[in-house]
């Protein structure tokens, strides 16, 4: 029996809030803060209606820590789980510290000014937070996430040895719209449009973005164009699985939306630089995001799966073998049982789970985790009944 407060009240949010609510056993007092409270209580209300519970709702300022310690000192959490922006996990990790309440989180901090993603600002905080006794869950929502925790499994149940490791990720879903993005623009649109690179012998190898494009095979949807991207995770797999010889990411773009990022880019609007307009400072891409579809919309007639996964080869019992782990996530299934698309379903099924793992003491530790760390069995155990089940095959064909 835990209280636990959920910051951040978007898509991730919202799957989030239903799915703690859906287990008074783990989560037994809820409370939603976010910058917009009344986001907040239109999800209260729905949480009301889909599981009879009711949970609580603040407005917070994320980036402010004083504010943040107001919060969590008035409500005492034993988890705080962060699901706003990557741009708020430091001071949300600074408010955890000094009120000694354990973190998790879904994607790993960016600095606003620069459109660069590593882990090592919150690895630094490793020592801090195992000298307070307490715990921070880095990047557990798909991918990262569940992503790492299936290369865990691979790592712990099929491989001696890891050896070559792809990421892929297809959203196959329509939502009808001419163009929109699946979580929140700015941070997605950050993501995509800079220079990629993967891990290779040792070293990171760079790349122009879309430079390398590949057809693969999805599970229940087809074949789909395929682009090399970095992804976070990829940084702690290759630290924690270390004789990986090459990891890579893939995520499908359809021409029409390369057409559309391609036009954005072309005319500034995915520029993260002030400009001045009528004497005040707009940021192009955060302005961009306001006239965008807000992807907390799109759930409703958002047709198709999502099927995101991990494909490895490596060495079992001195022989070569592969592997390919994944789940499927349909959009409808999503918005029937949250009210959100399946993005944000694959991510904040996730969230919840990993914040049962700490809060039922099957994942504990004291310090900075990234979640393929620990033990994937508990957690994999549970993630089909709570909506993602998951599926592996062994020794077939990867398209690699
Ligand atoms: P949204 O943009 O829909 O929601 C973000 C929420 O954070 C909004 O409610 C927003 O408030 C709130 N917020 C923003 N700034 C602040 C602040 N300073 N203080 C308090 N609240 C704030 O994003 P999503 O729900 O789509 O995504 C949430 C997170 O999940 C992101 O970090 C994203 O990177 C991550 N993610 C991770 C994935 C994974 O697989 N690991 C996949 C998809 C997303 P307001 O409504 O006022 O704008």
């Known amino acids: ?50 599981t009879g519970r009711d949970i609580r709702t603040a407005e917070i300022d994320a980036e402010n820590v004083p504010e943040l310690v107001k919060l969590i000192r008035a409500f005492e ?33 960016e600095p606003k000014d620069e459109a660069k ?18 715990m921070a869950l880095l990047g557990c929502g798909f991918d990262p996430g569940v992503t790492s925790i299936f290369t865990a499994r691979a790592a712990q149940h ?3 040895e890891i050896h070559y490791l792809d990421i892929v990720d297809c959203n196959g879903g329509d939502h009808g719209k001419a163009f929109a993005t699946n979580f929140n623009p ?39 164009s395929s682009y090399l991207l970095y992804h976070e995770e990829l940084e702690s797999l290759v630290k924690n699985f270390p004789t990986i010889k090459r990891a890579r990411f893939w995520m499908t773009f359809g021409d029409e939306y390369l057409t559309h990022l391609r036009v954005i880019q072309n005319i500034g609007m995915a520029g993260i630089e002030p400009v001045k307009y009528k004497g005040m400072e707009i940021v192009p891409l955060n302005f961009l995001k306001y006239v965008l579809p807000d992807p907390g919309s799109l759930g409703d007639n958002y047709t198709g799966e999502t099927s995101i996964g991990c494909r490895i080869k490596g060495i079992k019992d001195g022989k070569e073998k592969t592997y390919y782990i994944w789940n499927n996530c349909s959009h409808q299934a999503a918005f029937d049982e949250t009210g959100a698309q399946g993005v944000s379903y694959t991510t904040g099924v996730p969230a919840m789970t990993g914040a049962m793992m700490m809060l039922q003491g099957k994942w504990k530790g004291e310090g900075v ?5 620990f033990n994937p069995d508990p957690f994999l155990d549970v993630l089909g009944k709570h909506g993602l089940e998951w599926h592996e095959e062994i020794n077939v064909d990867l398209e690699m």
């Open 117 to 134: 993603f590593e882990y090592s600002w919150q690895w630094a905080y490793q020592d801090r937070f195992r000298e307070k006794g307490i």
């Open 186 to 224: 700015e941070i997605n649109i950050r993501e995509i449009t800079q220079n990629g690179k993967f891990w290779e012998n040792g070293k990171w190898v760079e790349t122009k973005p879309f430079e390398f494009r590949k057809e693969l095979t999805y599970p229940n949807i087809g074949e789909r």
């Open 158 to 160: 099929h491989f001696d």
């Open 1 to 50: 029996m835990s209280k636990v407060l959920i910051i951040g009240a978007g898509g991730v949010g919202r799957v989030t809030a239903v799915k703690c609510a859906q287990h008074p056993d783990v989560f037994s007092e809820i409370m939603l803060a976010s910058r917009t409270k009344s986001k907040c209580d239109d999800i209260a209300a729905d949480v009301k209606l889909r």
């Open 77 to 109: 959490p034993e988890l705080v789980i962060h699901v706003a922006l990557p741009y708020q996990d430091l001071t949300i990790m600074d408010a955890c510290l000094e009120t000694g309440v354990n973190y998790l989180d879904t994607a790993n901090y």
């Open 369 to 373: 985790f990234n979640v393929e760390e």
